[in-house]
């Protein structure tokens, strides 16, 4: 198959950049990652949510060079449609694209309270009053699709595109110890334990690029 790069800002803070990573490894498309300096201006506004835009994860797949995680996600689809990055029934196929675009332009008290950090814990971390609203949602999102797949994964035994999607959000309740009900917290295991994101976890931790706006001790 064509070589592929997908080019990420950081393992350690990139939520996007692990949305992208899971999206190809779900997909099952072998990628080359290339990675963008934390002294870049563009990715560092990224990574501290300054930029109106997000350009980063990049993939590139021979002549096709695709930015945005849910255009990412769709040309996957489109790719290779077996591997079922997005569910073969059409209303579950729909829900899962609703789920995905409420994850893309949606929870930004949550995304600024609590920003992804895989490095670091802090345990009873007083969550912010304002992004309260956007846990409680995301924990009734996860309900209804795990109660109507019957899980493990937001729509049903194999993850798809939701999965990749809610992933950073899976790690920042870990880090900052949002209390979960248990069915929340087991997804957010199951999600935690899949071998590409380990893969990607284990690159983070050996990281060397500190940011210390997103490293402060709370």
């Known amino acids: 198959m064509t070589l ?10 990139g939520a996007w950049s692990l949305r992208g990573w899971l999206l190809c490894k779900f997909a099952g498309l072998d990628v080359e990652v290339v990675s963008v300096p934390s002294t870049d201006e563009s990715s560092r506004a990224e990574l501290m949510l300054l930029s109106p835009s997000f350009l980063v994860p990049c993939l590139r797949h021979g002549d ?6 849910l255009a990412i996600a769709e040309y996957l689809h489109e790719l290779l449609p077996s591997a079922g990055l997005l569910p073969a029934d059409p209303a ?45 949602r995301v924990v009734e999102l996860w309900h209804e ?11 049903g035994a194999r993850p798809t ?30 999600v935690l334990q899949l ?24």
């Open 64 to 69: 096709v060079e695709v930015w945005d995680t």
């Open 145 to 155: 699709c795990l109660d109507a797949s019957g899980g493990p994964y937001l729509f």
């Open 4 to 13: 592929a790069t997908l080019t990420v800002n950081s393992r350690n803070y």
């Open 161 to 190: 595109a939701a999965d990749a999607m809610y992933a950073p959000v899976c790690t920042r309740f870990r880090t900052y110890d949002v209390h979960l009900d248990p069915e929340a917290s087991a997804y957010c295991a199951t």
């Open 92 to 136: 579950d196929r729909a829900r899962c694209r609703s789920v995905c675009g409420e994850m893309h332009s949606g929870f930004a008290n949550l995304r600024s309270a609590l920003p992804m950090n895989l490095r670091a814990r802090h345990p009873g971390f007083p969550t912010w009053t304002g992004a309260k609203p956007d846990i409680d």
């Open 195 to 218: 071998p590409a994101f380990l893969e990607w976890e284990r690159l983070a931790v050996a990281e060397p690029e500190e940011i210390e706006e997103l490293d402060a001790e709370f």
